[in-house]
């Protein structure tokens, strides 16, 4: 049983990295005074933090409104985003004063109360990259110095909390950059930093990073920051290097290319013991891993780290040698929970495939039995798939792990159920952990599926867990890179392709087609938008598109010669897997092949997923009894309701949930709804209506003894149409506003 194996050696090997004392244990910020936040921030009465505080929780222990008040919210304030831009901030709350993301992107001081703004600090991006997803907050012991934290265009900045005014004398000339310190090549790495905020520990800044997609990856190592200086005390290398633990479960020297493997959903801190705990993701590339045989620690783990050393305290994998981008998509939560007759604290992490794990927070033991079953193999060339995988026999799963035709969407027509049935029947779908192929492979809950960022929240004192969760099926396939097959005599049209395959047919696919509802569709784009405009978006991002700094001025102008004549550069036949070409190319030593996935979300016509509803549900564990207490659909789907067809769930979340001591779960939804639900139902209290679409969490906070819930409602709306929304030339601006409610 590897994945219990692995976690237990490492508990002997260096559990000797939580420090020993036990004044060093429970100390927190030493001298600190009684008034400092801090230590309202550990019962979870304040919102200075993202998620609520350092350990995640997505908690508030304000009662204020609960389950007989909830009726009577009114909104109280509302500020407009400003830009017509989507967000998804989740804002925090120092004292009286409140700090959002609007106005292109730029960290606005907002007076709490009344939505006044007090300042706002212009981030002067050069990308659209951004912290977009939250920000952090520092205070001295003294509190006279305060910061706020922040990364974009992969440099680490601070602003003074009071003033908005940047640090200068923070790193070099006010910035630190992420890039540097990681064995590569700055320059050689275009994407570094996430946009989720790190974790704040003691005076130190914990953070993980997003690194990218491809087989260029850079690497995920996680880094702890000095705040006042900006000096890097320590790293945790996720591809570990020579003579480090993991090192044998990847080929020689494989931390010198390969990348991923990284933290980009959300780290927690247990305070008392000094404990970081880090969700990792897949390594990359995501669907092929012929460069990267063996288990691969510590890609998909859930790490224990000493948060003031960076050294392993213990660790468990989720997936071994993942082909699946079965990330660990949200942060860990903690809580403490009643367990064979004893009080336990534990971390429970909810995982893309559907699994719930809870393990003890010191040791890594499971408290659970989690087993080891024999999985299928791939027929790739090259590929050696792990035999075995962990499934833990408690708690249930909380999404569906298998999709098949009896389970097809019942409002799709008969021609296109037929279509869908053909192409399953025709696939490869063995279940949880069939290995992407040559030919079509389900994959289910599917890589963008299960639970993602900000997805989990629990009530930390009663052992209570909230997962929100989408069904999302994908459809793999595996095809050798252009790259693999260009000549350096192609035209302009045939070199654009080759970029086009290894940049941007990932997400828009093979036809250009895009993927509803979030991927436009590239077909005849020359003629909806100027080239410079394409250029532009190509090359600092836009919406859900990264930047792609990487490409050079003359692959950009081969990009545009592909998108404006795709005619002109046909598939080359090694397309075809059967073709003489491809046969070829196959001989080649296997970790020199760049397969690809050509996979797309399974969507409908109308942009509704391809398997029945519900597509989003919220499901409620008593991890006392590691049993699931209730499960509901979240949201509706507006076209569909209007016909009196509910209890779908809302299409494509990103949202977290906020559980409050009042009984209560807030969240928002992408159907332009607020909610309240009973946290020991499911049953929906109060909800109502704003501007815009919500992704993200609110945030729950008190002044003057008045409790406030502030969302950010400030994105796109849900359609199910192919004028897809993300599409620079059809896209409407957004109403987007921070929506303030209270009691009268």
């Not at 705040?227 to 005390?233: A, D, F, N, Q, T």
């Not at 979300?601 to 597509?615: K, R, V």
């Not at 992408?670 to 139902?681: E, I, Q």
Request: hydrophobic share 40%; glycine share 10%.
């Amino acid at each position: 049983m590897l994945g219990l194996r692995v976690a237990m050696l490492a508990v002997a090997g260096v559990m000797f990295a939580v420090p020993a004392p036990a004044k060093a244990q429970t100390k927190g910020l030493a001298g600190e005074p009684k008034s400092s936040l801090r230590g309202a921030v550990r019962n979870h009465s304040t919102w200075s933090d993202y998620a609520g505080a350092s350990d995640s929780a997505q908690y508030s222990a304000l009662d204020q409104i609960n389950r007989s008040t909830v009726g009577r919210l009114r909104v109280a304030w509302s500020y407009s985003t400003g830009d017509g831009n989507k967000y998804l901030f989740n804002p925090i709350v120092v004292d009286r004063t409140m700090y959002v993301l609007a106005h292109n992107h730029s960290i606005v001081a907002l007076d709490a109360a009344t939505g006044d703004q007090l300042w706002i600090h212009p981030t002067e991006l050069k990308t659209s990259l951004i912290t977009n997803r939250g920000i952090n907050y520092w205070e001295s012991a003294d509190r006279s110095d305060r910061r706020l934290i922040f990364a974009a265009d992969n440099f680490l900045e601070e602003i003074d909390a009071h003033t908005g005014r940047s640090v200068s004398d923070f790193g070099k000339g006010g910035r630190v950059d992420l890039r540097d310190g990681l064995g590569r090549d700055p320059n050689s790495l275009s994407l570094v930093q996430s946009t989720t905020p790190g974790r704040v520990f003691e005076d130190l800044l914990i953070l993980g990073s997003a690194t990218n997609e491809e087989y260029d990856s850079g690497p995920g190592d996680i880094r702890a920051y000095d705040i006042r200086s900006g000096r890097m005390v320590w790293i945790f290398h996720t591809v570990p290097h020579p003579g480090e633990v993991g090192y044998d479960t990847w080929p020689k020297d494989a931390w010198k290319t390969v990348g991923g493997a990284n933290a980009w959903s959300g780290l927690s801190v247990d305070e008392k013991r000094g404990i970081v705990f880090i969700p990792t993701a897949s390594p990359k590339y995501n669907f092929y891993g012929a460069d990267r045989t063996g288990a691969n620690l510590f890609g998909d783990c859930l790490l224990a780290l000493n948060a003031r050393t960076g050294k392993l305290v213990w660790y468990f994998q989720m997936v071994h040698h993942d082909i699946w981008d079965y990330d660990n998509g949200t942060a860990p939560m903690l809580l403490t929970i009643r367990h064979n007759g004893k009080m336990v604290d534990a971390v429970a992490q909810a995982g893309k495939e559907g699994f719930v794990w809870v393990f003890k927070r010191e040791t890594g033991e499971p408290l659970w039995p989690i087993e080891e079953r024999a999985v299928p193999r791939s027929d790739m060339p090259g590929e050696e798939t792990w035999p075995t995988q962990p499934f833990p026999l408690t708690p249930p799963p909380f999404a569906r792990q298998s999709f098949t035709v009896k389970d097809l969407n019942p409002f799709i027509g008969p021609e296109e159920r037929e279509k869908f049935r053909k192409q399953m029947e025709g696939a490869r779908n063995q279940g949880l952990f069939t290995p992407p192929g040559l030919t079509d492979t389900v994959e289910m809950p599917g890589n963008n599926g299960g639970a993602n960022f900000q997805g989990a929240a629990v009530d930390p004192e009663h052992g209570t867990l909230f997962v929100v969760s989408k069904d999302l099926p994908s459809m793999l396939k595996l095809e050798l890179n252009a790259a693999e097959r260009a000549s350096a005599g192609s035209s302009a049209e045939e070199q654009g392709r080759v970029v086009y395959e290894s940049t941007c047919r990932l997400c828009h696919g093979a036809d250009r087609a895009g993927q509803p509802p979030g991927v436009p569709s590239l077909v005849d784009i020359g003629s909806r938008l100027p080239a410079d405009q394409i250029r532009a978006v190509v090359a600092h991002g836009r919406g859900l598109m990264p930047a792609s700094s990487k490409l050079s001025d003359a692959d950009l102008d081969s990009l545009l010669s592909f998108l404006a004549h795709p005619q002109r550069a046909p598939a080359h036949p090694a397309d075809n897997v059967s073709s003489p070409q491809a046969a070829n190319t196959a001989a080649l030593p296997p970790k020199e092949l760049r397969y690809r996935s050509s996979f797309g979300f399974m969507f409908t016509s109308s942009g509704l997923p391809a398997i029945a509803p519900p597509w989003t549900t919220l499901t409620a564990y008593d991890l006392n009894q590691g049993s699931i207490a209730w499960q509901v659909p979240l949201g509706e789907v507006p076209e569909l309701a209007a016909k009196g067809i509910k209890d779908t769930g809302s299409h494509f979340p990103k949202v977290g949930p906020v559980v409050t001591a009042g009984g209560l779960i807030f969240t928002g939804t992408r159907d332009s709804k607020v909610r309240a639900l009973d946290s020991a139902t499911g049953k929906v209290l109060w909800e109502a209506e704003v501007d815009a679409a919500l992704e993200g969490m609110p945030a729950v906070y008190e002044i003057d003894g008045r409790e406030y819930v502030v969302f950010c409602a400030a994105a796109q709306a849900t359609t199910h149409t192919h004028d897809l929304p993300g599409n620079p030339a059809v896209q409407a601006p957004i109403p987007g506003a921070y929506v303030a409610f209270a009691l009268p």
